[in-house]
């Protein structure tokens, strides 16, 4: 049995809790409580457990002894325990109320073929039940949950090193860290190729994170185990004043919450210059200022449309962006690949300077949503669509490279359209006889003004044939 099937198997597990009244991201939660214990024992880690409260005596219990065992258990390791298993089982509790269901679900976990799911890699099976909630609209876990082609890409595009701190502020399930070990994993032969002193920089100070809800961080904590990664993943709020000890990093990847705080309110942070109600704008200007000023440091982020024109402190936010940071690449995204559908979201590439003007000359924008498929579940984003966008980003001169989805807009231009990055747009199909797209202020008027021709055109002829009937 491969890890897609074991967690498939695990998913559907879930409807023996339906009657309990889970929703699948407890299920989820709850899955992990007692996926630790098991994986504990396979991998022959679990001797920081007390041993009257590992998997083995989990096994033994039947019934109500089982539920009440089980609670003592998640009560005993969220406050006794040291180190990643406190912060795993802190303010645990169980959401299963019927201990046959709680049975059943243990007993199935311990027949499962782990040989192979240990082959495999149980960090890998643990993504593939992150993923599989994400893709359930009714969990609600798309919100945090970055396709990992879209990740892979990012990471692959910003290519951080051994020896470099990467961190994500707002880290979900701690999806991009993942990638970016995974990625220097890669290049160094499983961390082999580094001395000892290396490896343990890699596996204790290199990928760090940030995450604002408990549950979500809790999945967080168990991913960065599973895949040997003891960096710190910190239970707060990036955008409070927590988050300005979050600094001096080489390489930033992540996909920030969208909205705005509750009730309108500002950022906490009092180190921001210029703090707003929206979360993504506030999440950029953090992401910037987070970066050492050393020429190098870099991040990747996706944002929503908004932030490209937003006016106000949004223009003032993304003035300082590119005077701060070389701002090279936009990356416009297609719709549908996040679980709300209508959102129009883009990537964008940076790199701090080593000073604090000047730094962003041009702006080279790839767009990648007009004219392209919709996507979705059953048509979801692949590699192959990044292809061309990976040609001509890494292309060494990039004004040799011709594609229609390819442009550049100089800082002046920029500058004479309010700073908005709401740019790079191509000709769209679908819209019949129009000329240029790129700026959509413009083109909306002309729009209007079409419509209003061909409404007092109608008007006009709707007036003659009355005329016409009434001469009858």
Request: proline share 3%; with cysteine.
């Amino acid at each position: 049995m491969n890890n897609q099937e074991i967690v498939a198997k695990l998913w559907n597990l879930c409807n023996v809790l339906r009657d309990d009244g889970i929703t699948y991201h407890q299920y989820v939660t709850e899955l992990t409580y007692i996926l630790f214990l098991k994986m504990s024992k396979e991998t022959s880690t679990d001797g920081q457990i007390p041993e009257n409260y590992r998997w083995d005596e989990l096994v033994k219990k039947q019934g109500v002894d089982l539920k009440k065992f089980y609670n003592e258990l998640l009560n005993h390791l969220g406050e006794n325990s040291t180190g990643r298993i406190r912060e795993i089982y802190s303010g645990a509790r169980s959401n299963i109320d019927e201990p046959k269901n709680l049975e059943k679900i243990i007993r199935s976990i311990d027949e499962l073929d782990w040989y192979s799911a240990k082959e495999e890699g149980l960090g890998n099976l643990y993504e593939g039940l992150l993923e599989k909630n994400a893709n359930e609209k009714k969990s609600g876990a798309g919100q945090y949950f970055t396709p990992r082609v879209l990740i892979d890409i990012m990471v692959k595009l910003i290519d951080p090193q051994p020896g470099e701190k990467c961190n994500d502020p707002a880290c979900g399930t701690y999806g991009f860290m993942i990638a970016a070990d995974r990625h220097i994993k890669e290049k160094t032969d499983d961390l082999f190729t580094l001395s000892a002193d290396e490896q343990e920089f890699q596996r204790k100070y290199a990928f760090t994170g940030c995450e604002l809800v408990h549950d979500t961080h809790r999945l967080a904590l168990m991913n960065a185990m599973l895949h040997d990664i003891e960096g710190e993943i910190i239970l707060g709020d990036t955008l409070s004043n927590a988050g300005k000890n979050l600094k001096s990093f080489d390489v930033v990847l992540t996909n920030p919450p969208f909205g705005t705080k509750k009730g309108g309110e500002r950022a906490t942070r009092d180190d921001f210059v210029y703090p707003t109600s929206n979360k993504q704008l506030n999440f950029l200007q953090h992401i910037y200022r987070s970066l050492r000023t050393n020429g190098k440091s870099r991040a990747s982020v996706v944002l929503p449309d908004n932030v490209l024109f937003a006016d106000g402190d949004g223009a003032k936010i993304r003035s300082d962006l590119m005077d701060k940071c070389n701002l090279h690449t936009v990356l416009r995204l297609p719709t549908g690949i996040f679980y709300a559908q209508g959102v129009k979201t883009n990537v964008l590439f940076f790199t701090r300077g080593t000073t604090e003007k000047g730094n962003t000359e041009e702006v080279w924008f790839y767009d990648l949503r007009t004219n392209m498929q919709n996507f979705g579940k059953t048509t979801p984003l692949k590699r192959e669509h990044f292809e061309d966008f990976i040609k001509a980003y890494t292309a060494e001169d990039r004004k040799a490279v011709s594609h229609e989805r390819f442009s550049v807009f100089t800082r002046e231009q920029i500058k004479e359209k309010n700073d908005s990055l709401d740019l790079g747009l191509i000709r769209d199909d679908s819209i019949l006889d129009y000329d240029d797209m790129q700026n959509p202020i413009e083109s909306g008027e002309e729009v209007i003004a079409r419509l209003e021709e061909a409404i007092d055109l109608i008007n006009g002829v709707v007036k003659e044939l009355k005329s016409l009937g009434g001469n009858r």
